[in-house]
């Protein structure tokens, strides 16, 4: 009998924990995007591909998944490059099971006057890799289609 009431403690405590370790990387996570935004906004490229794990995939319309940080910071650089300067992250949902996560919303993207040249949504998969939410798959596409690069 007493060891039943301890295995009974002991799950009451397990799951107390694990619901307050869950909440704490979710808030974590919760702040990725704003952190994203800010750095991208910088035009801090470097700052950006390290939100992704070292393996890391992003998935942009039109063209073929980008893998790794290397391959991903081009990929925001040619995005910039290409007039997109600025956005504007606005997150829906963040759920966190263990040491994944996953999140979606909308993001509104600018040139550099400001104005919006494109509206979209955004749907990521991240893990918490060595005290750090890291991106492991990002989605992304338009409201509308683009207009041609030139």
């Known amino acids: 009998m007493v060891s039943k009431k301890i295995s009974i403690c002991l799950m009451a405590i397990a799951l107390v924990a694990g619901s307050a370790w869950a909440g704490h990387h979710e808030a974590e996570l919760e702040e990725l995007p704003a952190a994203w ?40 650089q040619a995005g910039i490059d290409n007039g997109l300067v600025k956005v504007k992250i606005k997150t829906m949902k ?28 955004w749907a990521n998969s991240a893990k918490y890799i ?9 989605i992304f596409n338009y409201d ?7």
């Open 37 to 76: 935004e800010a750095a991208y906004n910088k035009g801090d490229v470097a700052a950006v591909a390290a939100f992704y794990a070292e393996d890391g995939m992003r998935m942009p319309p039109d063209v073929p998944i980008v893998k790794g940080r290397e391959a991903i910071a081009a990929q925001v």
């Open 144 to 150: 509308a289609p683009q207009p041609a690069m030139e």
């Open 130 to 138: 060595d005290g750090n939410w890291q991106v492991q798959y990002d």
């Open 94 to 121: 963040i759920d966190v099971n263990g040491n994944t996560g996953h999140g979606w919303g909308t993001f509104e993207g600018m040139d550099a006057d400001g104005n919006t040249i494109t509206k979209g949504k």
